[in-house]
């Protein structure tokens, strides 16, 4: 039983370019979460979605970042005009959505803008 | 808001020595606290978790008491094996009900390497 995937495993892109981010839950698993990674901090929350719905994307930040997780194929975080700022692991996670439910992690995407 | 402290790192111990990571927090209520572990190159997996005051989450040799009082959750292992050389997060989950139940909080993170 494969666990949360995730794709590309590092992205290198330059400032002004688009990094698309891809998650595949696992199965059965219909929650996605993605957090962030700067360095030297924890992750941090940044959007939940549900097949075709945006619960919370409250961790977002409000220009340039944008998420979906469509009813076919994976969850996809996009990040427009990247900033260098932006270079940090970012980390995908999946459940049942039921109450008290683990959310398991993919190995994550470390993107580095140039 | 809710936040995690957790020791920095990074930690290294030879093989059988004792092992502890510390961890406090602060949040409104009673969250749910959580150790993951990153091997190198993977996700984090869940290594353990406590959801109410004095229970003992334990796996692996592992083992972490939610002590309410001191708002803490600090990770031991008796005995630390060369395997067990990773990064150690400690996270809590509010028992909200407004709806955000679902928002994981982390530390940094510890990194622990341990030598043969």
């Known amino acids: 039983n494969a666990g949360v995937m995730q794709n590309p495993r590092h992205l290198v892109r330059r400032r002004g370019q688009e990094a698309r981010l891809r998650c595949s839950p696992m199965k059965g698993h219909s929650h996605v979460y993605w957090y962030r990674q700067l360095p030297e901090e924890g992750l941090k929350f940044m959007v939940y979605l549900q097949k075709e719905n945006i619960i919370d994307e409250s961790g977002m930040p409000k220009e340039r970042f944008s998420a979906e997780f469509p009813k076919e194929g994976p969850s996809i975080l996009r990040i427009q005009q990247v900033v260098r700022g932006d270079s940090a692991a970012y980390f995908c996670?999946?459940?049942?959505?039921?109450?008290?439910?683990?959310?398991?992690f993919g190995p994550g995407t470390r993107l580095t803008v140039l | 808001g809710n936040s995690v402290t957790q020791m920095e790192g990074p930690v290294t111990l030879s093989e059988e020595a004792f092992l502890t990571i510390n961890c406090t927090y602060t949040a409104t209520g009673y969250p749910s606290l959580f150790w993951y572990v990153q091997y190198p190159g993977e996700g984090l997996q869940l290594l353990l978790k406590?959801?109410?005051?004095?229970d003992k989450g334990s796996n692996k040799g592992f083992e972490a008491t939610y002590r309410k009082e001191t708002t803490s959750f600090h990770l031991e292992k008796g005995s630390v094996q060369v395997s067990d050389s990773a990064v150690y997060f400690c996270?809590?989950?509010?028992?909200?009900?407004?709806?955000?139940?679902?928002?994981?909080?982390f530390g940094k993170g510890t990194l622990l390497t341990v030598n043969p």
């Open positions: 996670a999946s459940s049942t959505g039921l109450a008290g439910d683990t959310q398991y």
């Open positions: 996270a809590l989950r509010p028992r909200d009900s407004g709806g955000s139940n679902y928002k994981l909080t």
């Open positions: 406590a959801t109410k005051a004095d």
